[in-house]
């Protein structure tokens, strides 16, 4: 998994930035309302990313903080929720935002994004309302959604309940026993050992 691309700005579009990586030119999705965010044509820029892997192609997004990579994954869960409409959700509300909204059933400023209607508006809060990595309870989310998303995703693949993985995944990362093993069998570990904790749990 591609955590974070590092190296120069070379152009914004209205949703998607391109970064110079050793010559090498990455599009990136990203929300429109955090574009200026990312910074100057030319300034140096690490952007967390996220790649979306299909039989037809493949997209990589990017992203200014963790909580906002977090948040788009979470929305990513809710059915009828793809990639293409969690980007644009995120480009019309703020994370900070988004969550008084589901937290406080604010149905009418969710519809304030464009393309989120009524219906849409009433399933994220039921799907996600105190839910969000950025939530208060949550911290532990936002700290596994980068590196370690690749074992959440592949635990939630299993059909554990999401949440649960991820705190299974953020409580055994920072064992002396892990932490203790070379780099390159950590994730193994760590897979290993949620199954057997989610499993009795």
Known sequence: MYNAISGTLVYKGPDYIRVDNSGIEWEMSAPSRSIDR???????????????????????????SEAERAIFL???????????????????????????ALDNEDLARLQLVPGLGKK????????LKGKLPHSGGSATAAKVAGPNE??????????????RCVEAVAALASTAAVLALPEA????????RCIVELSVS
């Open 38 to 64: 990312f910074g100057r044509i030319g300034d140096p820029v690490r952007v967390l990313t996220w790649l979306l892997h299909r039989e037809d192609g493949m997209r990589l997004y990017g992203f200014v």
């Open 74 to 100: 979470e929305l990513n869960t809710v059915n009828g929720i793809g990639p293409k409409q969690a980007m644009k959700i995120l480009g019309g509300i703020g994370p900070d935002e988004l969550e008084a």
């Open 120 to 127: 849409m508006a009433e399933k994220l809060v039921f799907s």
């Open 150 to 163: 690749d074992i959440v995703r592949a635990l939630v693949d299993l059909g554990y309940d999401r949440r």
């Open 185 to 192: 069998e950590r994730e193994r570990e760590i897979f290993r």
